[in-house]
């Protein structure tokens, strides 16, 4: 069965702080790896991976996979309190199917 | 703004009713795919329709059911709701790679 498992799945940090959200996969038919934010409805996509060791980096973000291990990492330095949202990480199969975790929620206390 | 738009907002349904969603596709966007998020999970693929045809399914009973327009906008109907329906319903458009997510329904089954 295919699955994406997200940790941790909360995570409450103090501002600047760095933190490290983990996502491993099982899924057959891999395509690539996709990272969303979530804040109150619609995910908002923030990156999409398909090469292992390849560094995305978005401002205070990056991410990257490693197909050989079957996980990817989402960073976030310098944490600031509109950070605070919920991380999905979903791999998307053929035909743009996507398989999400359950996603980690990250809190930033002031 | 991700250019998806879905209708109504908010929907409160009592078992047993039927209920229709609706989803404005981004402009040009052929492939519409629906997913299901219950409350502290990520969100489970339900179907795709791509150029009017269902293009793949997820683990949901038939009573889920689908319509893509021939201007792509496309519809869910969800048949005899049951109280674990409750949940936010996402549209996601794509062409060819990326999917734009709405805001989704937030639909309660009492």
């Known amino acids: 069965e295919d699955k994406v498992v997200q940790s941790p799945l909360s995570l409450v940090v103090h501002e600047g702080d760095t933190v490290t959200l983990n996502c491993s996969y099982e899924?057959?038919?891999?395509?690539?790896l996709l990272w969303y934010k979530q804040e109150k409805k619609a995910p908002t996509f923030l990156f999409m991976l398909?090469?292992?060791?390849i560094e995305k980096k978005s401002g205070r973000l990056s991410s990257i996979l490693d197909k050989k291990e079957l996980f990817s990492i989402l960073n976030i330095t310098a944490t600031q309190t509109g950070d605070s949202a919920i991380y999905l990480c979903?791999?998307?199969?053929?035909?743009?199917?996507?398989?999400f975790g359950q996603g980690t929620r990250l809190t930033i206390n002031p | 703004e991700t250019g998806v738009t879905q209708s109504p907002t908010h929907l409160i349904k009592t078992r047993g009713q039927q209920v229709t969603l609706r989803c404005s596709s981004q402009?040009?966007?052929?492939?519409v795919s629906w997913y299901q998020q219950a409350l502290g999970q990520g969100p489970q693929f339900i179907f795709q329709?791509?150029?009017?045809?269902?293009?793949g399914r997820g683990n949901f009973p038939p009573r889920f059911s689908g319509l893509q327009f021939p201007n792509y906008s496309s519809e869910l109907n969800v048949n005899a709701l049951e109280l674990d329906d409750s949940a936010l319903y996402l549209c996601?458009?794509?062409?060819?790679?990326?999917?734009?997510f709405g805001s989704g329904t937030r639909l309660t089954v009492v």
């Open positions: 996601a458009s794509s062409l060819g790679q990326g999917n734009s």
């Open positions: 899924v057959t038919n891999f395509r690539s």
């Open positions: 398909t090469s292992s060791g």
């Open positions: 979903a791999v998307e199969q053929g035909a743009q199917k996507l398989v």
């Open positions: 402009s040009g966007h052929n492939t």
């Open positions: 329709y791509y150029r009017e045809e269902e293009n």
